[in-house]
T-cell receptor, first 113, second 118 residues
Framework: DGGITQSPKYLFRKEGQNVTLSCEQN?????MYWYRQDPGQGLRLIYY???????QKGDIAEGYSVSREKKESFPLTVTSAQKNPTAFYLC????????????FGSGTRLTVV | AQSVTQLDSQVPVFEEAPVELRCNYS??????LFWYVQYPNQGLQLLLK??????LVKSINGFEAEFNKSQTSFHLRKPSVHISDTAEYFC????????????????FGTGTRLQVTL
């Protein structure tokens, strides 16, 4: 079955360490997105990519980085510059333009101690 | 710029009672509208969407939403809820693709937690 796989589901890291969250899709979707979810704040866009080797900053890109070397993969690195990284991270994908909405992964819960 | 407002952060309701989750949007151009549902510790699942045509759209599990352009609303309703409907519901909006082929991104509301009890 086609879908989006995020791994790991839970991630614990020490403060000051970089950490990379994985997102892989086999839907042949062109566009991929990373969102951060905090209680009471809904979803906030971190980065998005509409084609391979191209990506744009979203609303809260500071302290994060991404790459899009393959159509299927869009990893997110949470760097030590992100002041409050503990959150639930969601990856999504869509056909170009997203006319039919996004397909979401099951999320990664990152806890920084 | 587009935005979405979900005024109710939590909606408690008894099983088999009707429910309405409110969503209002602002946009200077035409819009596509979506409702997503999120169960605990999971991703979002598309519940229903309005792209064009009939303003009343329905999901397979009994939810429906009506696009009201004059009131810029897309409220979600269900005539009789079940315990299994307990979840968080997100309304989202985006502008259709422009002449250049580019498209704006989905903008989400802050979510409404529907709590169904016996």
């Amino acid at each position: 079955d086609g879908g989006i796989t995020q791994s790991p589901k839970y991630l614990f890291r020490k403060e000051g360490q970089n950490v990379t969250l994985s997102c892989e899709q086999n839907l042949n979707h062109d566009a991929m997105y990373w969102y951060r979810q905090d209680p009471g704040q809904g979803l906030r866009l971190i980065y998005y990519s509409q084609i391979v080797n191209d990506f744009q900053k979203g609303d809260i890109a500071e302290g994060y980085s991404v790459s899009r070397e393959k159509k299927e993969s869009f990893p997110l690195t949470v760097t030590s510059a992100q002041k409050n990284p503990t959150a639930f991270y969601l990856c999504a994908s869509s056909i170009y333009g997203g006319d039919y909405g996004y397909t979401f992964g099951s999320g990664t819960r990152l806890t920084v101690v | 710029a587009q935005s979405v407002t979900q005024l109710d952060s939590q909606v408690p309701v008894f099983e088999e009672a009707p429910v309405e989750l409110r969503c209002n949007y602002s946009s200077s151009v035409s819009v596509y509208l979506f409702w997503y549902v999120q169960y605990p510790n999971q991703g979002l699942q598309l519940l229903l969407k309005y792209l064009s045509g009939s303003t009343l759209v329905k999901s397979i599990n009994g939810f429906e939403a009506e696009f009201n352009k004059s009131q810029t609303s897309f409220h979600l309703r269900k005539p009789s809820v079940h315990i299994s409907d307990t979840a968080e519901y997100f309304c989202a909006v985006r502008n259709p693709r422009g002449n250049t082929g580019t498209a704006s991104k989905l903008t989400f509301g802050t979510g409404t937690r529907l709590q169904v009890t016996l």
